[in-house]
């Protein structure tokens, strides 16, 4: 089984729409991080959380907002999709024991803005 | 900004042959990582170089490290079809910070 999983795996949507994207982890990781990839660009980070009562504000947050309901769960809203929220997201998590901040990716979630 | 420039944005090579791909960053760094990414799925982390190393081996990997320069290379050997991919190197700043990645090289291996 996969040890960092996201829902959903694509998604469609129309502007306007309340969208919310899921990750879980079986690693038992305390730190947990959203990106976005778009062509050309690489991953971009939009939040990040270092423990359950953490959260902070990456490079692009704008029009984005996160939840992190236990340590395994860490969840990626959008409250009113626009399309250049059109992309591939990715969750990730890593371990602060290891110092080396090496960090272990979901499948990604593929979101279409209409 | 992004730390981390990868350079080419896209490599093109017969099998068998060697891939070099290379990365440049801004500021002093704890480490540097390189991750593999197949096309649309998550990125796989492949080698990690720390700071006060040169050079590291994993497989048919290699990575050198240059602080003076502020700037890493990966090779990888006797390239396969398999290794078509993208690779992405990240810098981590210590401290536990979170990861900076650069935009990429697509390394397209043909058979």
């Known amino acids: 089984d996969a040890d960092v999983t996201q829902t959903p795996r694509n998604r469609i949507t129309k502007t306007g729409k309340r969208i919310m994207l899921e990750c879980s982890q079986t690693?038992?990781?305390?730190?947990m991080y959203w990106y976005r990839q778009d062509p050309g660009l690489g991953l971009r980070l939009i939040y990040y959380s270092f423990d359950v009562k953490d959260i902070n504000k990456g490079e692009i947050s704008d029009g984005y907002s996160v939840s992190r309901q236990a340590q395994a769960k860490f969840s990626l809203s959008l409250e009113s999709a626009i399309p250049n929220q059109t992309a591939l997201y990715f969750c990730?998590?890593?371990?602060?024991?290891?110092?080396?901040?090496?960090?272990?990716f979901g499948p990604g979630t593929r979101l279409t803005v209409l | 900004s992004q730390q981390g420039e990868e350079d080419p944005q896209a490599l093109s090579i017969q099998e068998g042959e060697n891939a070099t791909m290379n990365c440049s960053y801004k500021?002093?760094?704890?480490?540097l990582q390189w991750y593999r990414q197949n096309s649309g799925r998550g990125l796989v982390h492949l080698i990690l170089?720390?700071?006060?190393?040169r050079e590291k081996h994993s497989g048919r990997l290699r990575v050198t490290l240059d602080t003076s320069k502020k700037s890493s290379s990966l090779l990888i050997t006797a390239s396969r079809a398999a290794d078509t991919a993208s690779y992405f190197c990240a810098t981590a700043l210590g401290g536990g910070n979170k990861l900076v990645f650069g935009a990429g090289t697509i390394l397209r291996v043909k058979s």
């Open positions: 690693k038992g990781h305390d730190r």
């Open positions: 500021t002093s760094i704890n480490n």
């Open positions: 990730a998590t890593s371990d602060p024991g290891t110092s080396t901040d090496t960090q272990y």
């Open positions: 170089i720390r700071s006060n190393e």
